[in-house]
Structure formats: structure tokens, C-alpha cells
């Protein structure tokens, strides 16, 4: 499986974007997806997750102000990014879990940039 991250840019502090993870292959399979997210000189960080199940997690930082989504239809997951802060700026990393074949998959990043 092939992850390729897209949606980020510049946006000011209130604005939002939606990133986007599209899978070359079926993600019906997949145990987990998340994204992930790393600043200048901070280590990556867990920004949400979204199970097979449809179960969902956040990093406490963005809860009430992001949305996981998960389309095994079109193999794509979604973040919907409202409201945000300057600290929110960061690479933003897809990632994949295949419990079954014990292997993880990871995106190219896509930048977010949000000026105050």
C-alpha cells in the first residue's frame, strides 16, 4: 500500500483545511490509520487515529477542533482541521497499520502553515 498525503498549505490562525490520504490499494484491511504530525526541532507526534472498527482517537491539543474520517470506498482518510493556531504548524504524515501482515505504512508529508 501506497499513501500519498495532500490538502496542506498556508492558512491563518481561525482558518481550516482538510487533508487527504489516498491509498493506491484497498484499505478495507487496515487495522489503523493516523496522522501524525512534526514541527521544526519536535519530535512526531500522534495527531489522530481511526480504527477498522470506526473507533477514533485525538491528541488532546486538537480534540473539538479535528475530525478523522475514514472512506474505505474511495481508500482515502480524511483530516478536518478547524480552527487553528499557529502551533498546529507542522509536516503532516499519513500512516497505515496491517496488523495481519505486521507492516506499516507511511505518506510523503504535506506542510501546514498557519500564520497569527
Known amino acids: 500500500v501506497q499513501l500519498q498525503a495532500s490538502g496542506g498549505g498556508l492558512v491563518q490562525a481561525g482558518g481550516s483545511l482538510r487533508l487527504s490520504c489516498a491509498a493506491s490499494?484497498?484499505?478495507?484491511?487496515?487495522?489503523?490509520i493516523s496522522w501524525h504530525r512534526q514541527a521544526p526541532g519536535k519530535q512526531r507526534e500522534l495527531v489522530a487515529a481511526?480504527?477498522?472498527?470506526?473507533?477514533?482517537n485525538y491528541a488532546d491539543s486538537v480534540k473539538g477542533r479535528f475530525t478523522i474520517s475514514r472512506d474505505n470506498a474511495k481508500n482515502t482518510v480524511f483530516l478536518q482541521m478547524n480552527s487553528l493556531k499557529p502551533e498546529d504548524t507542522a509536516v503532516y504524515y499519513c500512516?497505515?497499520?496491517?496488523?495481519?501482515?505486521?507492516?506499516?505504512?507511511w505518506g510523503q508529508g504535506t506542510q501546514v502553515t498557519v500564520s497569527s
Open positions: 490499494g484497498s484499505i478495507f484491511s487496515i487495522n489503523v
Open positions: 481511526v480504527r477498522r472498527g470506526g473507533s477514533r
Open positions: 500512516n497505515a497499520e496491517d496488523y495481519g501482515s505486521r507492516r506499516v505504512y
